[in-house]
């Protein structure tokens, strides 16, 4: 244990353990060193409760390196953005194709196909640019789905925002007792525009029935399912397809 004792290892540093790539995490609450798989940079996060530790976390990797080869190899595979490809977004199935400029960019609907979107740019700038379509369509829906359920739940619509969560599909901050013009704000994982639209459109209602009870309570699950049903589904839906939204356009 005393290789690993050494004070060269800080927070943040990514090391190779068994052939794996391990990221050092210090969290002050963590009672035990702990291991977890980042999706998303397809890695794996050591946490230790304090920096004096990292050396017993790095270890403990290298112990469950089984663990962490099997975890790491049932990750789906990174999607490409290439031309041509065909992209469900919010169920419906969307052929990418090049747009000629700038102007020409976004969602249309074929007359003698399916429906297209269209970015401008080549190669990865393409990539990139399919992103910020996607984005800016997840910010649109939800936008609108918020102001919905709030309405549903005779409140304010709070503000929306779109991110990239690591573990959440959703965020909620209540409005503040005392503040009149505080309505709240949600933020979601603009990922989940390329989830059905059912889907996406429980997390709405989830995230919105937070403005009321910030809990997982049987009030909250009697909220959620007032003002848009059964959760069952898109639950169960998140969970088996999660990964793949995740592993979407990463290199």
């Not at 290439?82 to 007359?111: C, K, M, N, S, Y």
């Amino acid at each position: 244990m005393g290789l690993f004792r050494t004070p060269s290892l800080t927070p943040g540093d990514l090391v190779e353990v068994a052939g794996a790539p391990v990221r050092l995490k210090v969290n002050a609450r963590a009672r035990r060193v702990s291991l977890r798989i980042d999706a998303r940079k397809r890695e794996v996060v050591a946490t230790a409760p304090s920096q004096k530790r990292l050396g017993e976390a790095v270890a403990f990797a290298g112990q469950r390196a089984q663990w962490i080869a099997h975890h790491l190899a049932a990750l789906p595979e990174p999607v490409r953005i290439a031309p041509g490809d065909v992209l469900e977004v919010l169920g419906e199935a969307h052929v990418l194709v090049r747009a000629r400029t700038r102007l020409e960019a976004g969602f249309r609907q074929d007359p003698n196909g399916p429906p297209v979107l269209a970015a401008f740019g080549d190669d990865e700038a393409f990539g990139r640019a399919v992103l910020r379509l996607l984005k800016r369509q997840a910010l649109a829906l939800f936008t609108e789905r918020t102001a919905h359920y709030a309405r549903a739940l005779g409140v304010s619509a709070p503000a929306v925002a779109v991110g990239d969560a690591k573990a959440r599909w959703g965020s909620c901050r209540p409005p503040r007792k005392g503040l009149k013009a505080d309505a709240g704000s949600i933020r979601y994982n603009w990922r989940l525009v390329m989830a059905p639209y059912a889907v996406a459109d429980y997390v709405a209602a989830h995230e919105c029935a937070h403005l009321l009870q910030a809990n997982h309570g049987p009030r909250f699950w009697a909220l959620v399912r007032q003002i848009h049903g059964p959760e069952k589904t898109s639950r169960d839906w998140l969970k088996r397809h999660g990964q793949r939204l995740h592993g979407f356009g990463r290199a």
